[in-house]
Structure formats: C-alpha cells, structure tokens
C-alpha cells in the first residue's frame, strides 16, 4: 500500500505483559515519528528517527517504552511490564524530510489501539 | 498549561453555517503551523498549513497571528462531511520536526 501501515490494529494485553507495534513508513520517508493518542485528548510526541538514527526520545513516559528501527525503514515500539495507563492509541508518521525542513507533512498510520486489562 | 490549547468544544452546527475555531500557543518559537482533521476512530490528516499571511483552501481559510500567538480556522458552507475533530498542531525551532498537538475542537454538523 502506499501508506503508512500499521500492526496490530488492536491488541489487549494483561497488565505485565511486554507488547510490540509495529509501524511500516512510506517508502522513501527518511524521518519516523511516534506518538501516543490517550482518549479525548490529541497526539503527544513520543519518539523521532531520522533513518535508523533515533534523534529524540524525549516524550517516552519512561523506561519501560522502546523503540528501533535496525534499517532505516520499519520502527517497532516496545512496551515493557505494561501498566493500565499505557492504554492508548499509537500513532505512526513519517515524512520525506530531514530535521531542518520542518515543513515536510507527515503522514500518520492507522494507529494500534492498544488495552491493557 | 498545555503548549496548545483549544476549545474541546462539540460545536453543533446546521449544515451551510459558518464556524470558527480559535487556538493559542505558548511557545514563541513556534515556527510552522497546521489544521490536521480526525475522524473518530481514524488517524489524523492535514488539512492546511497555517501562514501569516493567511491562506485559503476552499470553504477552509486559515490564519497566523505571531503577535498573539493565535491560530483560527474558519469553515465556510459546513458540510455533514465536515464532522470531525480540527486538531492545531506546531512546530517548534529545534525540535526536528515533532508536532505538538491541542487536545481538538470537535464539529458535529448536522441537518
């Protein structure tokens, strides 16, 4: 497909659980952004790769979160000893631009609607 | 205080009024600016960038006031199609591209 493409759409996970999104950029995009989407509220920055590079991680919430993306294409977020409060909507985007053209549009993936019971 | 903040709303409108979202930023240093659309359920899209010079897209004008670190958006003939949540969103020097995102007006059109 010819956009950002992500997996699992959905998934539940007890409390404790490791969890793993995964998100597929456009092909081509050099910058991979994730953010985190909880309910009513808008998206919040999480993390920022520039090709494999990850060039700012100063929104994840905490140690448990990582994430990588080994080559420069697809990202995998990784969520450890899941807690109640990670339950949210995470979002993939990517976009064509290095850091200085900010005005680059990203382009956002369906999101994995993450619960964790 | 969040960096972006707007008017939760929901804005009830019949179809083919006019209506206007306000938002305001914190952040002096923003440097570009945007309207993402999002559906319920679905995933943000952008639906203009911002410039101060305002700008127009159809039914949709958009305007910047560096001055006041204040951003509208006006709909113009509301759709049913219109129905949504208008997120502002910026971009801050420094901040490789990141967006910082308002928590949304949501727009209900209706018949």
């Known amino acids: 497909g010819a956009g950002v493409s992500q997996s699992p759409r959905y998934k539940v996970a007890k409390r404790g659980q490791d969890v793993a999104l995964r998100c597929d950029p456009i092909?081509?995009?050099?910058?991979l952004f994730w953010y985190q989407q909880a309910l009513g509220q808008g998206p919040e920055f999480l993390t920022y790769?520039?090709?494999?590079?990850?060039?700012?991680k100063s929104g994840l919430p905490s140690d448990r979160f990582f994430a990588e993306r080994p080559e420069g294409s697809v990202s995998t977020l990784k969520i450890q000893r899941t807690q109640q409060e990670d339950s949210a909507v995470y979002l993939c985007a990517s976009s064509l631009g290095h850091t200085k053209n900010s005005n680059q549009p990203q382009h956002f993936g369906d999101g994995t609607r993450l619960s964790i019971l | 205080r969040k960096e972006v903040e707007q008017d939760p709303g929901p804005f009830n409108v019949p179809e083919g009024a006019t209506v206007a979202f306000n938002c305001t930023y914190s952040n002096s240093a923003s440097q570009s600016f945007f309207w993402y659309r999002q559906d319920c359920r679905k995933e943000p899209k952008l639906l203009m960038s911002?410039?101060?010079s305002g700008n127009e897209d159809g039914r949709f004008t958009a305007q910047l006031n560096r001055a006041s670190q204040y951003i509208s958006l006006l709909i113009r003939d509301s759709k049913l199609s219109d129905s949504a949540t208008y997120l502002c969103?910026?971009?801050?020097?420094?901040?490789?591209?990141?967006?910082?995102f308002g928590t949304g007006t949501r727009l209900q059109v209706t018949l």
């Open positions: 911002v410039y101060s």
């Open positions: 969103v910026v971009n801050n020097v420094g901040t490789a591209s990141k967006l910082t």
């Open positions: 092909s081509g995009h050099v910058s």
């Open positions: 790769f520039q090709n494999e590079a990850q060039l700012d």
